[in-house]
């Protein structure tokens, strides 16, 4: 374990130079304190949890204090959002403050955002507001939970400093943990800015220290494409599988290593819905659940381009021809296991789409459908899961082709089945209502129900005695909450 003063710090990004980014100093937050603190992101630090009491952790994580060795940078990248193309973005309200390496030679980023302006914030603030800083926090954390990959979170830090938005909300800053910030969109920034030098470098960059087993391949550069897009493909068949909803899938939040990056009007499905939009500035449902998969494509799409230089375009075609196959196999799998199943079936899709649209026309509870699915045998839980289907005869027909599928895939005991089926059929998810609670308390002064949420979600497929509330679904006031899109 170590103590704060003890991180060893290696700042690989920042030795790139200015062409990649900007040193600039954290601006503190008046009257820091601690609001939450995740334990295991702590020890990827080797920190001992205890220091996230201490007075100096929040003057760390509010910009009052930095290490010695700690080197902060704005980075520059640029993006696609919603289809078009802004030539510059970057670190408008994030600063990487270093990477740091621990015991097991994993390197980290230190990202703390919200910590001021930077030459890339455009109109914006340089902050983030209280409300955000938690719910990027606490999502981050749960995806990880789940085991879907995701950028971490160390702590969040509240102030006292006022920042307006629709109203006057108080700064907040997270410190986020990644093996990389690096995006897609700073590929497309050398890219469209005509500077080969500087992308070369970059991509030497991201493949020595990010895909060094590419390396050992006959076009590395190619090996490093086709990871990325089967990265992407098994994330976001995870987001599908999980109901995760990311709301702003601009190439500027795609990380180049395959993680959920990034959280702004993000959700999690409460009721099944194929068209569901978190992001309620998304007019057109761009970024909707179902359009998730094909808009990985299309982001993986715009990275190939900004690739050009350094493979063939038949060859960037055929890494992302990898793209939609790989996605449907590692959904299926996985929805495979949602089900209880343990061979696979030609039929099995078909089993999950009708299951999906008889769920989608009945509004019927996507996580704790499959949670109570494993509670007891197929044939009991599908006669008490019953009444949640509005379209009877359609669920009847579904659960007889489901009990017959059950009974060809093996012969197994109720226990087997519920610990096979829970172990992968979390009992708590993110909802948004939770946060909101969560952040309601807080922006009272009390972080209880904050660390608690994050407590819970921390072991989502256990079942919690006395946590029954967090399992629910949402009050009528819970359900489709428009989250603000300012953050
Ligand atoms: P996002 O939608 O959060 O991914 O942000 C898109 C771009 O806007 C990034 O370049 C951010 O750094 C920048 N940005 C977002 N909010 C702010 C803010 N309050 N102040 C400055 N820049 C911001
Ligand atoms: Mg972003």
């Not at 068209?275 to 993986?300: A, K, M, T």
């Not at 196959?325 to 959904?331: D, F, G, I, K, R």
Request: aromatic share 10%; hydrophobic share 40%; net charge negative.
């Amino acid at each position: 374990m170590k103590a704060l003063d003890e991180l060893t710090f290696d700042n690989r990004f920042a030795r790139l130079g200015d062409a990649f980014s900007t040193h600039v100093l954290p601006e503190p937050l008046d009257e820091p304190r601690l609001v939450v603190a995740s334990n295991a992101a702590m020890a990827l630090l080797d920190l001992d949890p205890a220091v996230a009491e201490t007075p100096v952790f929040a003057e760390l994580f509010s910009g009052h204090k930095l290490w010695a060795e700690a080197e902060p940078r704005a980075m520059v990248y640029s993006g696609h959002q919603f289809g078009g193309y802004t030539p510059q973005l970057g670190d408008g309200r994030g600063l990487l403050l270093g990477e740091v390496y621990n015991e097991a030679g994993e390197h980290w980023d230190l990202h703390l955002k919200g910590a001021g302006m930077t030459p890339y914030s455009r109109m914006g603030d340089g902050r983030a507001v209280l409300r955000s800083s938690i719910r990027e926090f606490l999502a981050s954390e749960a995806l990880h939970a789940l085991g879907i990959p995701s950028s971490r979170a160390l702590c969040v830090i509240g102030s006292s400093t006022p920042v307006w938005r629709e109203k006057q909300e108080r700064g907040a800053m997270v410190l986020r943990l990644a093996h990389s910030h690096i995006r897609f969109g700073h590929f497309e920034y050398f890219y469209y800015t005509k500077k080969p030098e500087q992308q070369a470098e970059l991509a030497e960059h991201v493949l020595n220290l990010h895909y060094p087993e590419c390396r050992e391949q006959p076009e590395p550069y190619m090996a490093m494409f086709r990871e990325i897009v089967e990265r992407n493909a098994e994330m976001i068949a995870k987001w599908q599988a999980y109901g995760f909803c990311h709301g702003v899938m601009n190439t500027d939040n795609m990380s180049i290593l395959g993680i959920t990056f990034d959280f702004g009007p993000f959700a999690f499905l409460d009721d099944f819905d194929a068209h569901f939009i978190c992001n309620h500035s998304d007019h057109e449902g761009r970024y909707s659940f179902s359009n998730q998969v094909p808009i990985g494509q299309w982001n993986l799409s715009a990275l190939a381009q900004a690739l050009t230089p350094f493979i063939s375009v038949d060859a960037l075609k055929e890494a992302l021809g990898l793209y939609l196959p790989l996605y449907q196999a590692h959904y299926l799998d996985l929805m495979r296991r949602r089900l209880g199943l343990t061979t696979a079936e030609d039929d099995d899709q078909k089993l999950v789409e009708q299951l999906l649209k008889l769920m989608q026309n009945s509004g019927v509870d996507y996580t704790l459908f499959f949670r109570r699915l494993g509670d007891e045998s197929a044939a009991l839980a599908v006669a008490r899961l019953r009444d949640d289907f509005v379209d009877l005869a359609g669920f009847d027909a579904w659960a007889e082709r489901y009990k017959a599928r059950v009974a060809r895939d093996g012969d197994y005991s109720e226990v087997q089945r519920r610990e096979r089926m829970h172990a992968v059929n979390p009992l708590y998810i993110l909802r948004n209502y939770l946060a909101q609670n969560a952040i309601a308390a807080a922006e009272s002064g009390d972080y209880s129900e904050v660390r608690r949420l994050h407590e819970v979600l921390s072991k989502p497929f256990e079942e919690q005695v006395g946590m029954e509330q967090y399992a629910q679904r949402p009050p009528d006031w819970g359900k489709h909450l428009e989250i603000s899109c300012s953050s």
